[in-house]
């Protein structure tokens, strides 16, 4: 049998040769370079195309100490979580923000001391060049020894109103406040909310715009409207049936997200409460669901879209320039009235 010989793979110089440019120059076209003259480049890019040159980016990572690759880690230790909307929402934001470039997403999950430090080290040797970070709660550590450890790192909300690492947010505080004030102007007096879990920031927030749309209103912000939930339909419908046996004459629930929303609908049903005209519902996302439900839901749109592209772009300007400052973004929210209130 004859051996076929092998195709020759073509090289950097080929493609500076057919160019008619220098090795360098095809290398600062490769990698989106700044002063490169527009026919220069598009003349590079005709030869790489010719001859069907494929870039080594092992080299050029290597070269560069560049990993082409950032790291999406999730800190939740409630696997229940994972299933709620908001974590397949946020993925899919951030992978379509990476779309159009080369970097590769790593999804890890990291929620214990030993995973903590397992992923610093990971992290340390060059492996990813930098981190988004989300369902962060207060006492997590790991931002800050990304932080030590020179890691671009970026938050999706913050662990507090101190927070020292690049974070990206909703106006939670300003969403709930819009949506118990639309409570209060259609005539509702008696009003509980269901909260997230309150040792992370984003719930707190949610609860402090109800607490002042309360108190701008002249009512009272008595601890005993207050349920607090973790995301997840069975704590929404925990809390719902709590609120009822506390408080019959209850005449509307901000719940601080759209799973416990949901499940608060089929506990007021269950109970014989008319939805919007017992019991109005509101809640917070607007995720695919709120508009499934029965009757559709009223909630305050979070801009996950935008949440996510603003992730991205912060965390490659913080890879290219690591002595930037750090910055708190944080996106408007909108109430989307519907059926339920």
Known sequence: MVKRRPVATPTLEEVAALAGVGRGTVSRVINNEAGVKESTRRAVQRAIAELGYVPNLAARSLAGRRADAVALVMTERDWRLFGEPFFSETVRSVGDALTDTSVQLL????????????FLEYARGGRVDGVLLMSVRAEDRLPDMLADAGLP??????????????????????GAREAVTHLVRTGRRSIATI???????????????????????GLPTDPSWTVEGDFTEASGR???????????????????????????????????????????????????????????????????????????????????????????????????IRESA
């Open 195 to 217: 909260t997230g879990p309150l040792d992370m920031y984003v719930a707190q927030c949610r609860l402090r715009g109800y607490q002042q749309a309360l108190a701008g209103a």
């Open 238 to 336: 925990r809390a719902m049936t709590e609120l009822l046996e506390r408080h019959p004459d209850v005449d509307a629930v901000l719940a601080a997200s759209d799973t416990m929303a949901a499940a608060a609908l089929s506990v007021l049903r269950a109970a014989g409460r008319r939805v919007p005209d017992d019991v109005a519902v509101i809640g917070f996302d607007d995720f695919h669901l709120a508009q499934h439900t029965d009757p559709p839901l009223t909630t305050v749109r979070q801009p996950l879209e935008d949440i996510g592209r603003t992730m991205v772009r912060l965390l490659l300007e913080e890879m290219e320039q690591p002595e930037v400052a750090w910055r708190h973004v944080m996106l408007r929210t909108r109430l989307v």
């Open 153 to 174: 790192t970026v938050l999706l909300g913050r662990r507090s109103g101190d927070e020292q690492v690049t974070s990206v947010d909703a106006d939670n505080v300003g």
């Open 107 to 118: 999804l890890t999950l990291v929620r214990t001391d030993a995973e903590r430090q397992r």
